[in-house]
């Protein structure tokens, strides 16, 4: 069993004043509202229902946090870029994600949720552009991989990488890879990914890439 099998959901943040102590290990989610986010986070977690999915995109208006064990969390961020909402909402909830971004001590690395099929879109590079500004890692989840032949898919991870600069190195920024939560398609890959963030010991894993050298 994957230490993210133990993610249970903790609160609904509606401004940072509502998150938990800052310290320890978060890592946080983050795409357009039609991209799968929560349907990634729940077949991360093998827990159908720990994030919320709905037919109707930008339901998570919230900081939503989910509790791994006392020091390590998982952070869902508001969809952004397709949630028809007012204004004066959205607003709100940029104003709250960079608030999050940019002054959270706990915070390790993004997930960046794309859809293969239509990748690297404004929000996502401006998403992008967050992680670069805060030094952050953020790694690239290319869901609904599926819905792709093997050549597109394959063709259009290329492309996104080549494009970021993603060369697969240990001290790179930006990292991609084809997902999909239906086919569970790169489902260890991510896993590994956020247990190296948040400092998690895998049993029969080298845990050589997940601390710098002393």
Same mark, same amino acid.
């Given at each position: 069993?994957?230490?993210?099998?133990?993610?249970?959901?903790?609160?609904?943040?509606?401004?940072?004043?509502?998150?938990?102590?800052?310290?320890?290990?978060?890592?946080?989610?983050?795409?357009?509202?039609?991209?799968?986010?929560?349907?990634?986070?729940?077949?991360?977690?093998?827990?159908?229902?720990?994030?919320?999915?709905?037919?109707?995109?930008?339901?998570?208006?919230?900081?939503?946090?989910?509790?791994?064990?006392?020091? $390590?969390?998982?952070?869902?961020?508001? @969809?952004?870029?397709? +949630? #028809? %909402?007012? !204004?004066?909402?959205?607003?709100?909830?940029?104003?709250?994600?960079?608030?999050?971004?940019?002054?959270?001590?706990?915070?390790?690395?993004?997930?960046?949720?794309?859809?293969?099929?239509?990748?690297?879109?404004?929000?996502?590079?401006?998403?992008?552009?967050?992680?670069?500004?805060?030094?952050?890692?953020?790694?690239?989840?290319?869901?609904?991989?599926?819905?792709?032949?093997?050549?597109?898919?394959?063709?259009?991870l290329n492309?996104? $990488?080549?494009?970021?600069?993603?060369? @697969?190195?240990?001290? +790179? #920024? %930006?990292? !991609?890879?084809?997902?999909?939560?239906?086919?569970?398609?790169?489902?260890?890959?991510?896993?590994?990914?956020?247990?190296?963030?948040?400092?998690?010991?895998?049993?029969?894993?080298?845990?050589?890439?997940?601390?710098p050298p002393?």
């Amino acid at each position: 069993m994957h230490i993210l099998h133990s993610a249970k959901f903790l609160k609904s943040a509606a401004s940072l004043r509502d998150m938990p102590a800052d310290h320890g290990w978060e890592v946080a989610f983050a795409g357009r509202s039609n991209a799968g986010k929560s349907s990634a986070l729940n077949v991360l977690a093998s827990h159908k229902g720990l994030a919320r999915v709905s037919k109707t995109p930008g339901r998570t208006q919230l900081l939503n946090v989910f509790s791994i064990d006392d020091d $390590r969390r998982l952070i869902d961020l508001p @969809g952004y870029g397709y +949630a #028809k %909402v007012p !204004v004066g909402v959205r607003d709100q909830w940029r104003g709250m994600v960079d608030g999050f971004l940019r002054n959270r001590e706990a915070l390790k690395g993004l997930i960046l949720i794309m859809d293969s099929r239509h990748p690297l879109k404004d929000f996502d590079r401006q998403m992008l552009d967050y992680a670069a500004g805060i030094a952050k890692p953020c790694h690239v989840l290319l869901t609904k991989a599926d819905k792709l032949s093997r050549n597109v898919a394959t063709s259009t991870l290329n492309a996104v $990488r080549k494009e970021l600069g993603a060369d @697969g190195s240990d001290d +790179a #920024k %930006v990292s !991609v890879q084809l997902f999909s939560a239906p086919a569970k398609t790169g489902l260890d890959e991510a896993r590994a990914v956020i247990a190296r963030w948040l400092e998690i010991t895998i049993p029969g894993k080298s845990q050589s890439r997940a601390l710098p050298p002393q």
